[in-house]
Nanobody
Framework: QVQLVESGGGLVQPGESLRLSCAPS????????MGWYRQAPGKEREFVAS????????YYADSVKGRFTISRDNANDTAYLQMNSLKPDDTAIYYC???????????WGKGTLVTVSS
């Protein structure tokens, strides 16, 4: 199982921005896709964004389209989630995932807390 190193969470006010990062630790040979899900208190875990490493295709939940941008750094095998115009509804634990191949399962990070509050 691949360990994921996550960073970038914190407390911000509505309208502010944060950037999350996620990288597999150690040597990996391939990345098929990476992305984030989030879980707010009392709610189910939900998809946020994903990026497919080969072509760079990106996908977003409707709730974050136009505000969040997922990107990748091929040289450092790192995924980023730029979150702008944050809202209180974005408050959640954000979980990064890594998928090595199309048929492989996902490895998950431990999560990073994002709190949006005035």
């Amino acid at each position: 199982q691949v360990q994921l190193v996550e960073s970038g969470g914190g407390l911000v006010q509505p309208g502010e921005s944060l950037r999350l990062s996620c990288a597999p630790s150690g040597s990996i040979f391939r990345i098929f896709a990476m992305g984030w899900y989030r879980q707010a208190p009392g709610k189910e875990r939900e998809f946020v964004a994903s990026i497919y490493w080969s072509g760079g295709n990106t996908y977003y939940a409707d709730s974050v389209k136009g505000r969040f941008t997922i990107s990748r750094d091929n040289a450092n095998d790192t995924a980023y989630l730029q979150m702008n115009s944050l809202k209180p509804d974005d408050t959640a634990i954000y979980y990064c995932y890594y998928q090595r191949t199309v048929s492989a399962g996902r490895d998950w990070g431990k999560g990073t807390l994002v709190t949006v509050s005035s």
